[in-house]
């Protein structure tokens, strides 16, 4: 991403419930995060979702990953909890590269749950620039939507910011890569597929784009169809 004439590395990592392992009950797999993000050298800026129960035993977890993410630099994690459940965001960001300004917990004042959300300023820069780590809700597209439009905000003139995470939706283009709903038994179609009434043909089955392309027209971009790869990773 640049940011004036500066560039920023970022990635973004579902990190299936925070490294727990379901198998062992404890959170082996934590020790896999070195791994997984030496793909990414220089990195800045990591969205991390499924952060499950982080929070706990007093930041446990979080002052772990931090310690097993120190040789790709001085990262510091922020960690957001969700107000539904255990899988917490997390965006940590490179310090002192990166300086942050606000960050935003969830509360009577905020609308979100599932946000990790940051304002940092880069290398004494004036101009803010906000980092939203995401997880959208997986089982309805109006829900996810609805957490869209709430971003828009973020594309205005002057405004800079990076959304990354789990949307549970595809960006509009690459249809090369539209799913087979109709393989999937029926109760599990409605909730990554356009409801009825909203259909092309209401016999077919479309992903739910609707969400993501309110980003797009809105005016943001993404960084699979800069590159011209829509491959889903999600």
Do not use: C
């Amino acid at each position: 991403m640049p940011a004036g004439d500066a560039i920023l590395t970022v990635a973004t990592f579902n990190f299936e419930a925070g490294g727990w392992s379901a198998d062992r009950d404890d959170y082996r797999n934590l020790r896999l995060l070195p791994e997984v993000i030496a793909q990414v050298p220089g990195l800045d800026v990591l969205f991390l979702q499924e952060s499950r129960s982080w929070d706990s035993d007093g930041s446990r977890l979080l002052l772990e990953a931090e310690a097993l993410l120190a040789p790709a630099g001085p990262l510091r994690g922020f960690l957001t909890p969700s107000d539904r459940g255990l899988l917490h965001e997390v965006v940590f960001i490179r310090w002192p590269r990166l300086r942050p300004v606000r960050h935003y917990l969830p509360g009577p004042r905020t609308y979100h749950d599932q946000v990790g959300w940051l304002r940092v300023v880069l290398d004494g820069r004036p101009e803010p620039i906000a980092l939203k780590s995401v997880q959208w809700p997986h089982w309805s597209g109006d829900a996810r939507l609805d957490q869209a439009l709430r971003m828009t905000g973020h594309a205005a003139p002057g405004e800079l910011a990076v959304i990354g995470g789990d949307f549970n939706s595809l960006w509009p283009g690459g249809d090369e890569f539209e799913p087979d709903w109709a393989a999937l038994p029926r109760h599990g179609r409605p909730q990554k597929t356009l409801p009825p009434g909203a259909r092309p043909h209401e016999e077919d089955l479309v992903s739910d784009r609707r969400a993501l392309t309110v980003l797009a027209e809105a005016g943001f971009v993404s960084v699979g169809a800069l590159a011209g790869d829509y491959t889903v990773t999600v």
